[in-house]
């Protein structure tokens, strides 16, 4: 069967949907192949006397039929298609001599080159198949995969899309700042923008990637006349969205938290205009994670409140009953609070929170410059003053402050 290698392999893709597959075997190997067969719809029939736990659940939730028993000739009556992954060469040898004679393509684990058809290395990415096969190498096939999937994922292999163009405005959600920190998602949508609204939080290094057609627009920067700044930050977004343009929003976290991700995707709504929201990581929790801070932790804290510190306790303005979060044992996580936290860190304090409270101040978390400063509940103003700890900050209230005091740095 040296002509396998002589010739490369006829790539195919095979449309399963209804159709019979004969899995001979329920070890690693049919559990690693099982879930695209199952994807691909086809109707799979296992046939082993056992089968590894992930074979047997999907067997108990009916995505396929298990007949605990060994392989028998006629097993592959009817079949389109057939994995043979046994550990007994002889049965194998024997099953795959049957799907010969019955013109079912067959793959063999243990043998590829007496084998009919092989397994690429496949991967998905919004709709494009990727399978690469190099014949006797799986691991090159793997690793040129994975290039390629994730080159599509996160925009670094720009393939134009020739039907569908997209439109619209995404509030892409980027993270706390690292350009690591975007979803794949969000990376994607920012690789196919022809113009990106950005704040000053997230991940601006991200910026610099992109290719010199797209306009970049700083969302500070945008003139407001008499108008709020939200309100021209919206009718930009609108009006490049509808010169035809895909716009990307990008802003820092996750749009919904303290972001006002709603605002401008019920403006675009109203415009008529398509909006799709990425989540990005929060700050809230990634930013004390980054500093060695765990914002729960088994027998430390149940719970964690995040809070807005932009306007301080005792402003009419304020939404939040600072007295009944000074009565919680848990973690307390504040957004935009570095210039309120003496008024913070008091109103705490009188409605019950120990002064000997740790607090932790994280400054620019997952960047270049990201520093911790620790203080307590009745230090913690003095501190941040003399340390000149400046926005962007997370500050982070509770015990969970002092579980890895070390911190694990950058
Ligand atoms: C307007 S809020 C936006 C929050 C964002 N939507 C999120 O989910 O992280 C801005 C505040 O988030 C916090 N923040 C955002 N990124 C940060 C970072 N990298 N380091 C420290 N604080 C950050 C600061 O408290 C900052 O004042």
Known sequence: MSDHFAHPAYPVGLRLTGRRVVVLGGGTVAQRRLP???A?????LVI????????????EAGELRWERRAYRPGDLDGAWYAVVATDDAGTNAAASAEAEER????????DADAATAWTPATGRSEGVTVAVLTGRDP??????RDAVVEGLRDGTLT?????????????????????DLITVRGRRLLAEADVVIADRLGPRDLLDELPPHVEVIDAAKIPYGRAMAQEAINAALVEHARAGRFVVRLKGGDPYVFGRGMEEAQALAEAGIPVTVVPGISSSVSVPGAAGIP?????VAHEFTVVSGHVAPGDPRSLVDWAALAKLRGTLVMLMAVERIGAIAEALVEHGRAPDTPVAVVQEGTMAGQRRVDATLATVARTVEEEGVR????IVVGEVVGVNRAGTGR
């Open 36 to 38: 695209a067969l199952l």
């Open 40 to 44: 691909a719809g086809a109707d799979v």
């Open 48 to 59: 082993a006397p056992s089968a590894t736990p992930s074979v047997e659940a999907m067997a």
């Open 103 to 110: 013109r079912v393509w067959c793959v063999r684990s243990d």
């Open 139 to 144: 691991r090159r096939s793997a690793a040129v």
């Open 159 to 179: 393939a134009p899309r020739h039907r569908a163009r997209r439109a619209g405005v995404a509030l892409v959600g980027g993270g706390p700042g690292d350009p």
């Open 295 to 299: 914002v729960t932790h088994r027998g």
């Open 391 to 394: 926005p962007p900050a997370v």
